[in-house]
Nanobody, 126 residues
Framework: QVQLVESGGGLVQAGGSLRLSCAAS????????MGWFRQAPGKEREFVAS????????YNTNSVKGRFTVSRDNAKNTVYLQMNSLKPEDTAVYYC???????????????????WGQGTQVTVSS
């Protein structure tokens, strides 16, 4: 079973950038399709971005297209979410998640992910 730990969150002004990291342990991240989700106070958890197990396919939700980029470095056992041009509405706790190893494709649905990190807070001030 893989364990996931997010890092890189913090407080940033609107228009700024952050890079979130999701470090895997207990198993190699290359075995998993990965996703990033976020949850703002009082709102449901929502899909942000995902990457297939091979890294060949990535997906972003419409609200972050052109601003966020998901990538993976299997040698470092880490998945990243580069966030540029941040907006106050991006404020949320960000979670990374992994599908079961039998799935090579990623998914935009939280229910399709078996393993979750504890989350990292991102706050964007206006």
């Amino acid at each position: 079973q893989v364990q996931l730990v997010e890092s890189g969150g913090g407080l940033v002004q609107a228009g700024g950038s952050l890079r979130l990291s999701c470090a895997a342990s207990g198993h190699t991240v290359s075995s998993y399709a990965m996703g990033w989700f976020r949850q703002a106070p009082g709102k449901e958890r929502e899909f942000v971005a995902s990457i297939s197990r091979s890294g060949d396919s990535t997906y972003n939700t419409n609200s972050v297209k052109g601003r966020f980029t998901v990538s993976r470095d299997n040698a470092k056992n880490t998945v990243y979410l580069q966030m540029n041009s941040l907006k106050p509405e991006d404020t949320a706790v960000y979670y990374c998640a992994a599908r079961y190893p039998s799935y090579s494709a990623s998914s935009y649905q939280a229910r399709d992910y078996a393993y979750w990190g504890q989350g990292t807070q991102v706050t964007v001030s206006s």
